[in-house]
């Protein structure tokens, strides 16, 4: 008996009808053959949520949220919104699911696919056969610390300041994610902190180490982060899963993905305790390409594939999608983003097309 997955499609402003479109129905080709049944609810978010209803998350949309098992993410975000006060402003939507869902647990990989090794900024040989995952904590650090502020010193000099906190449950929750999700890839884990000046990495790192005698057969190395940043430039392939706090993942992350060099091709997961996941591409709404079937779905495809990987445990399905994606690149497919020398050009529904097609 095939199981029925429950998943909100919440496809956002700009671009993110016209991707999402081709992710579900890359997943409704899966489901066609077999692999899962599919149940499927869409609800208005971001700037379409705000028109809608006048909320970027309107309660019908959590509500969804919270009953699927999982959410498909296009992208929210509208200028033409910009001027709302803050809390009403389309991107406000991505921080109340994560807030309301407790998705701590940030995944995002940086592959390089062949036909896409010279988009990069690095030197071919530099980036060809990279395929990292980079595991950020989304909910706690200096983010979040308390106390925080700018106060005004004795002598009428301002100063400001933030807490950096963590603490061992929500280091070991992280790490749990970290060590089972390098056990579905290469099984080397690497745990970056800055260990040598601040006492709350001291503490991750050694909660990691600890952590790391209940996975003998993964292996855990430590680096510091400033090691870590120049590590990615000079040598991505040395890298199979990195783990990393808030502060530090949201730079490092950033860093991993320009490496790829392919905006339009990388996508992420973000998990709660029980693998219930919210998967998006990592880009925005792309007004300036909106609605001219120009966008590449390319990373929201494979935000589905992760979807099948780490809530689903759909191994199979998943390496179907991201096998398929592999053929459209060979076969020299090329939306405009990612257009080279030699590939054929094609818009949004014909690159989906050509993923369901290829997936047989
Ligand atoms: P963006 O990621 O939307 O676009 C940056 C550039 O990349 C643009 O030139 C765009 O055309 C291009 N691009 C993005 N995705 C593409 C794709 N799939 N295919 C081809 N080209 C693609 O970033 P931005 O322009 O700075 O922001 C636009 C809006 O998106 C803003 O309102 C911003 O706040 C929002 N945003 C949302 C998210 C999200 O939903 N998670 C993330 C980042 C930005």
Redesign the pocket.
């Known amino acids: 008996m095939t199981t029925t997955l429950n998943i909100a499609v919440l496809a ?5 009808p016209e ?1 999402t479109r081709e992710a579900v129905a890359v997943l409704r080709r899966l489901a066609a053959q077999g692999h899962f049944g599919l149940n499927l609810g869409s609800a208005e978010v ?1 700037g379409a949520g705000y028109r809608a209803s006048g909320h970027p998350l309107p309660e019908v949309t959590l509500r969804l949220a919270q009953q699927s098992q999982a959410i498909l ?7 033409s919104l ?1 001027n709302l006060p803050r809390e009403l402003r ?2 406000q939507a ?1 921080l109340g699911l994560r807030k309301s869902l407790g998705l701590f647990a940030n995944l995002r990989p940086a592959i390089i696919f062949p036909e896409l090794a010279s988009a990069s900024t690095l030197k071919p040989e530099v980036v060809s056969g990279m395929d990292l995952l980079i595991l950020r904590e989304l909910t706690g650090d200096i983010y979040f610390g308390q106390p925080r502020g700018v106060r005004i010193l004795d002598n009428g000099e301002r100063e400001g300041f933030d807490t950096m906190v963590y603490r061992e449950s929500e280091i070991l929750r992280i790490g749990r994610v970290a060590f089972e999700a390098a056990r579905k890839r290469g099984r080397r884990l690497c745990s970056v902190d800055k260990a040598n000046v601040l006492e709350t990495t001291q503490l991750w790192r050694d909660v990691m180490t600890g952590l790391g005698k209940e996975y003998p057969d993964v292996s855990l190395s430590h680096m510091y982060v400033d090691n870590a940043a120049m590590q990615l430039l000079k040598n991505p392939k040395q890298f199979d899963v990195m783990v990393t706090g808030n502060m530090f993942g949201d730079i490092l992350s950033d860093e991993a993905s320009m490496l790829t060099g392919s ?2 091709m990388l996508p992420s997961a973000s998990l709660d305790a029980n693998n219930k996941g919210l998967y ?10 909106a609605g001219q079937d ?4 390319l ?2 495809i494979l935000s589905a594939a992760m979807m099948l990987r780490y809530t689903f445990g759909l191994e199979a399905a998943a390496h179907a999608i991201e096998s398929a994606v592999r053929r459209v690149l060979a076969d020299g497919l090329a ?3 990612i257009d080279r020398p030699g590939s054929r050009r094609v818009g949004t529904a014909a690159m989906g097309a050509a993923v369901v097609a290829a997936l047989g």
């Open positions: 956002g402003d700009g671009i993110g991707i971001g993410f296009g992208a929210v975000g509208d200028f910009d389309p991107e991505i905006i339009g998006e591409p990592i880009h925005g709404s792309a007004p300036d390409i120009k966008a590449n779905p990373a929201t939306t405009a983003d």
